[in-house]
């Protein structure tokens, strides 16, 4: 009788015959949990091998560093990441150009356009569409790759060889992604700056003087350092929630490709996490912000 | 040297004919109703849940920002005029956006693509059905359908969440928040974010229709196909954004 059951419980596809349903949710929440412990796992050992990427594995680190920033395939030919998330950004200010300028002259204030940049530029703006960028490009680009070589046995054929697959793989793709961010990032800032800019004064016949005086007033550096390290931390997060996905892709051509969602919908939400909980430890509840000085 | 400046014309010239061909095939019978039903369902199903959790840090942060704003020029009993501005104009749509462009646009592409490469369209244009009709518009209309009901979704959750975040952590009175929510916000606005998320919804879903048919080589094409889908659905959607908020600023004066 005990070895019957033991057997049934063995074989996972067969149903059993009492609370099947039960049962059956019990182990897609043990299966849940079990996940957590192996992407936490994962993430460990990428941070572990972190030193091997420096060492060890230098010029693949370089070769991705060139790659990320312009990008491979059809996205080389359109710029890579650095056209990308400039575009994105640059809409992005204008949007707030558009919304904020036509709000503020609704009250008679749209003198402080130059304020609303300085603020919502580099407080939202910039951090978190440079995040969405990131995870659009590098992110999905690199479980593209590392699917691709998990579905061709090229990550197997690595090991056969003797190469540390997870400090060849994906601890290189975390140094380059934090690598490539800082240059992206003052890409994106500059250009949803420009954008608001550009739109303010020329779209809408705002004096340049009023707009930058307004500006300069109110654009804190301090601000800039802490949306900055807000990127950093959301680049180390996106990069390694991507690679998890694309290292253990399972499934043909379409699990790579479902892959790369499921990797693009939890690194965005995740990203936004981290901005909501910088942005509360950093400004606090009073916001860190004076606007008569 | 000439081919690689080719190439993204082409693909933007093949884009629009699929985009024309999608249009056509819309009136034409049979209508692929059972897939339509199935697309959005599927739809749906994927994007509800990463919805609700992006729609919380995104409310969160906005309103946060906002209610800083107007309690240093203490007006802070405007702030649900502030959250209501600025998650039923943009945070909504944009959020909606993000959510169908990385979980439904995904999924579609990498099922149109690993049909592709396994030839099953053609096999389907063999037979006689026209795959446009068969495959790509109800993914198109469904797409359409989930992102303007999930649109009302991400509004209703973000005020709720904003009204939760301000009063219980930045001491708004409540019934100040609720009555400030149509100050600066009416029927123009909420017709605009309506429609933009539909447009949305449309975009992403034949830019990943396209990206999926125009598929090829293994694994890797389909990863990479994936890829720019949620790339250039994310520029193009930024791109409407743009100019679909700039229309409504206009329409509502």
């Given at each position: ?66 790659q990320m920033g312009l990008g491979s395939g059809a996205l080389a030919l ?216 | ?170 001491h708004v009175t409540p019934g100040a928040y609720a009555g400030g929510l ?72």
């Open positions: 009788m005990m070895a019957t059951l033991k057997g049934r419980r063995a074989m996972a596809a067969a149903p059993s015959t009492q609370f099947y349903r039960i049962k059956q949710a019990g182990d897609k929440l043990v299966d849940g949990f079990n996940q957590l412990g192996r992407q936490a796992n994962f993430y460990a050992s990428t941070l572990r091998s972190l030193g091997d990427a420096f060492v060890r594995y230098k010029g693949e680190t370089i070769r991705l560093l060139a359109i710029g890579g990441a650095t056209v990308v998330i400039g575009f994105l950004t640059f809409a992005g200010g204008t949007v707030i150009a558009i919304q904020g300028y036509s709000t503020l002259s609704g009250i008679g204030v749209e003198a402080l356009s130059g304020f609303v940049s300085a603020f919502v530029n580099v407080r939202i703006v910039a951090p978190l569409v440079a995040a969405i960028g990131l995870a659009a490009t590098i992110g999905a680009g690199a479980t593209a790759q590392l699917g691709a070589m998990r579905i061709n046995e090229e990550i197997d054929a690595l090991e056969v060889m003797g190469i540390r697959s997870v400090a060849y793989l994906t601890s290189t793709r975390l140094v380059a992604g934090v690598i490539v961010v800082v240059p992206l990032f003052c890409v994106a800032v500059i250009m949803a700056v420009v954008g608001t800019r550009l739109s303010v004064t020329m779209t809408y016949g705002q004096s340049t003087g009023a707009y930058d005086h307004y500006f300069k007033t109110f654009l804190n550096p301090l601000d800039l350092i802490w949306s900055f390290l807000q990127v950093l931390f959301m680049a180390i997060v996106i990069m390694l929630i991507h690679t998890y996905y694309g290292f253990t892709a399972t499934g043909g051509p379409v699990g790579v490709g479902e892959a790369v969602g499921r990797a693009t919908r939890t690194s965005l939400i995740m990203a936004s996490f981290v901005t909501v909980a910088v942005s509360l430890a950093v400004y606090g509840q009073n916001g860190n912000f004076h606007l008569s000085g | 040297m000439t081919d690689t400046a080719k190439k993204p014309v082409r693909a933007v010239g093949s884009f629009y004919a699929l985009s024309l061909d999608t249009l056509l095939a819309i009136p034409r019978r049979p209508f692929a109703w059972r897939e339509l039903v199935v697309q959005t369902w599927f739809v749906a199903r994927v994007s509800l849940a990463p919805t609700l959790m992006l729609v919380v840090p995104f409310t969160v942060l906005t309103v946060f920002i906002v209610n800083i704003l107007l309690t240093e020029i203490g007006a802070a009993d405007y702030s649900g005029s502030g959250a209501a501005l600025a998650i039923v104009t943009q945070t909504g749509p944009v959020v909606t956006v993000l959510v169908v462009a990385g979980a439904a646009a995904t999924a579609m592409c990498a099922d149109l693509g690993a049909r592709t490469i396994r030839e099953e369209l053609d096999a389907l244009r063999v037979m006689g059905i026209n795959p446009i009709q068969a495959l790509v518009v109800p993914r198109v209309i469904a797409a359409t359908i989930v992102a303007l009901l999930l649109n009302g979704c991400v509004t209703i959750f973000g005020l709720a969440g904003g009204f939760l975040f301000s009063v219980t952590f930045q149509t100050l600066l916000i009416g029927l123009a606005e909420v017709a605009t974010a309506t429609v933009k998320s539909a447009l949305f919804g449309m975009s992403a879903a034949l830019i990943a229709c396209y990206k999926g048919i125009a598929v090829g080589g293994g694994p890797q094409g389909v990863g990479n196909a994936v890829n720019e889908t949620v790339v250039f659905s994310f520029m193009a959607l930024f791109l409407i954004n743009v100019v679909a908020t700039g229309v409504g600023v206009e329409v509502a004066k």
